[in-house]
């Protein structure tokens, strides 16, 4: 129909494309290997698994009706327990922590939340896609903020992507409402430093500003690198809403649980929002993940531990993967954590075809329809006018079997021939 009536409303403007289904069509369409959207292609441990099976055949029968709305009671007394030790305060089950549809679910509801129109929003990039249009329909004006690389060479850190703290501190000011920050982040895999953190801590203590802290790869880290919770600086805690994840935690990326966790005056604005959205998330998910978290308390220190193990599994692929890349040309930027590594595909000698798309998404185009192969495009998690600082960047996702790796391993060798 024709009628103005029927049109997305004014505030969607602009947010109409998502890299995730523009991608992931693509690769069906042309039988890719997909190592784009970050899912596994194993099997989530047996452990959450059994506990969603036994709440599925449990005679509670209230196991199958409408949960507390802000969150299961089960679950939510399990998380307190979990981040206490971390975010070195208690926390109240009840006021300091709302379950979400994911992680996603309570970045939107903190946005809409807190956010009125015109006002400023900082994002560090590269950023998680949905944070800008986000921002975007909640009518507030996103304010980026580049990590750039400080070193060139075959084989990088993302360790070696910073931000310039002059920068970062002209972008406050008394229109500044929120600041986004993404640690460990995607795409990048950075780890952001406690001297980092500490000046992003600074400038929000001295603009009153509020701070986002998305932390859903908290667990998978390598190398020794310490993964810091902004929230436990000083008086950080009373100005900070931190998000995870039960997909990232547990590799159950479908089971769509997340949670934000803070002081109860800024865990009331979410709660409004999700009230009045979702109301509640499914109950049978939220006893498993309670229950998962409870068995996971009980072995933290030993080897089954699901929370530290999956980064010991999790860091060969990333070695192997990073190998793969390095001899196949590409200039590797090895993560310090998640499960996305970003390469310079600058050195390979690609006749990439013309069109109006950034010079990474027609790579990708011509990878996926050529080679058979589906990474991601990264200028998706940058601003328009940062754009061009991913344009010979791609992002390759390694949460993957082995035979999968040793797949694109095989494509990347047919490559050179």
């Known amino acids: 129909m024709s009628s103005a009536k029927f049109q997305p409303a004014k505030r969607l403007h602009g947010t109409e494309k998502n890299v995730w289904v523009d991608i992931s069509r693509l690769a069906v369409e042309n039988k890719a290997l997909n190592l784009g959207q970050g ?26 009706q409408y949960a507390r709305s802000f969150g299961h009671p089960r679950l939510v007394n399990a998380l307190a327990a979990v981040y206490e030790p971390h975010l070195q305060r208690l926390v109240d089950p009840i006021t300091d922590i709302l379950i979400s549809v994911g992680a996603y679910g309570s970045l939107f509801c903190i946005i809409q939340g807190l956010v009125n129109p015109g006002d400023e929003v900082i994002i560090i990039e590269p950023f998680y896609d949905c944070y800008l249009p986000m921002v ?13 690389p ?29 600041i986004i920050i993404n640690t460990p982040s995607n795409p990048l895999g950075k780890v952001f430093t406690k001297d980092e953190l500490k000046i992003v801590a600074d400038l929000c203590k001295k603009h009153d500003v509020v701070c986002v802290a ?31 994840s039960a997909g990232k935690t547990f590799s159950v990326t479908g089971w769509k649980i997340g949670w934000c966790i803070g ?26 993940i309670a229950r998962g978290l409870e068995i996971e308390i009980s072995r933290i220190g030993t080897p089954e531990c699901y929370l530290t193990a999956l980064s010991e599994q999790l860091r ?12 196949a040309g590409l200039k590797p930027v090895v993560p310090q954590a998640g499960y996305f590594m970003l390469a310079d595909f600058s050195s390979l000698d690609v006749d990439i075809p013309d069109g109006d798309e950034t010079k990474d998404f027609r790579f990708v185009r011509w990878l996926t ?22 344009e010979n960047l791609v992002r390759f996702c390694f949460i993957k079997e082995d035979s999968t790796l040793e797949k694109a391993e095989e494509i990347l060798r047919n490559w050179k021939k």
Request: proline share 9%.
């Open 39 to 64: 899912f596994p292609d194993f099997m989530a441990p047996e452990t959450v698994i059994s506990c969603l099976r036994d709440v599925a055949n449990s005679d509670n029968p209230l196991l199958h």
């Open 263 to 288: 002081p109860k005056h800024l865990i009331n604005c979410a709660q409004i929002v999700h009230q009045n959205c979702n109301y509640t998330c499914p109950t049978p998910i939220q006893e498993a």
């Open 369 to 390: 329809i050529n080679k058979k192969l589906t990474v991601i495009p990264p200028s998706a998690f940058y601003s328009e006018e940062h754009r061009d600082l991913a």
């Open 136 to 148: 975007t329909v909640a009518q507030g004006i996103p304010v980026p903020v580049p990590l750039k």
């Open 316 to 327: 060969p692929k990333r070695d192997y993967l990073a190998t793969v890349l390095a001899e």
């Open 214 to 244: 998305d932390e859903v790869y908290e667990w998978m880290t390598y190398d020794n690198n310490k993964h810091l919770k902004i929230a436990t600086l000083p008086d950080m805690w009373e100005r900070t809403l931190t998000v995870g």
């Open 150 to 178: 400080t070193k060139d060479g075959s084989r990088t850190s993302s360790a070696d992507w910073k931000f310039d703290p002059e920068e970062m501190a002209s972008k406050f000011n008394s229109k500044t409402k929120l």
